[in-house]
């Protein structure tokens, strides 16, 4: 089965940056970050098709943030730069068969969040 491990996240000024890791127990078709807000639905924020090589992005992510992955070393990345106070949330990695940007209640596999605060 796969297990997914989240880090990085933590208190940051607007306008600062960040980059949060997610490591992988095992490749998989698709991956991909989600964010959840207090009161809010989990929102789709970034993700690689399962080859790695087309990108895809929120309307809140475009400009701003950048996925990656790096398959020698299993780990999938969150590149946030330009942090505003909307980004706080606890993002979490996403992974599926097929695809993560078929909605949140198709994902297979979620790693457990890390908390990420945009605050002065």
């Known amino acids: 089965q796969v297990q997914l491990v989240e880090s990085g996240g933590g208190l940051v000024q607007p306008g600062a940056s960040l980059r949060l890791s997610c490591l992988f127990s095992?490749?998989?078709?698709?991956m991909g970050w989600f964010r959840q807000s207090p009161g809010a639905k989990r929102e789709f924020v970034a993700a690689?098709?399962?080859?790695?090589?087309?990108?895809y992005y929120g309307d809140s992510a475009k400009g701003r943030f950048t996925i990656s992955r790096d398959d020698d070393k299993s780990m999938m990345y969150l590149q946030m730069n330009s942090l505003r106070p909307g980004d706080t949330a606890v993002y979490y990695c996403?992974?599926?068969?097929?695809?993560?940007?078929?909605?949140?209640?198709?994902?297979?596999?979620w790693g457990q969040g890390t908390q990420v605060t945009v605050s002065s």
């Open positions: 996403a992974a599926d068969r097929v695809t993560v940007r078929a909605g949140v209640d198709q994902v297979d596999f």
């Open positions: 095992e490749a998989t078709f698709s």
């Open positions: 690689l098709s399962g080859s790695g090589t087309t990108k």
